[in-house]
């Protein structure tokens, strides 16, 4: 039911740092599990990382070490913070709730991230 809006991205120098706002409409606090996804350029959309309420976190191997994950009940957003970022980071990042969302699933509408060399 909540409508997701992503900002914070734009063009970024290899080496440095993006810090990425998911804000939603309502209350996320019921939804559990709530996630970034990516799509870079000719490829398939990706998990990048997600969390749950009790804290329990994923990443993905692309960024272990370098991103930082939160979800922040009392102001309806989710963040993403990606540290010494490469040109292989560029893509098209998204948040969703839930698991394993699906297409069904309400996704925002994506903010782009490019690293230039």
């Known amino acids: 039911q909540v409508q997701l809006v992503e900002s914070g991205g734009g063009l970024v120098q290899a080496g440095g740092s993006v810090r990425l706002s998911c804000k939603a409409s309502?209350?996320?606090?019921?939804?559990?599990?709530m996630g970034w996804y990516r799509q870079a350029p000719g490829k398939e959309r990706e998990l990048v990382a997600s969390?749950?309420?009790?804290?329990?976190?994923t990443f993905a191997s692309a960024v272990q070490g370098r991103s930082i994950i939160s979800k922040d009940n009392a102001n309806n957003a989710l963040h993403l913070e990606i540290n010494m970022l490469r040109p292989e980071d560029t893509a098209v990042y998204y948040c969703?709730?839930?698991?394993?969302?699906?297409?069904?699933?309400?996704w925002g509408p994506g903010t782009q991230v490019t690293v230039s060399a």
């Open positions: 969390i749950t309420n009790g804290g329990r976190l």
């Open positions: 309502g209350s996320i606090f019921s939804i559990n599990v």
């Open positions: 969703a709730p839930g698991e394993r969302p699906s297409s069904d699933s309400a």
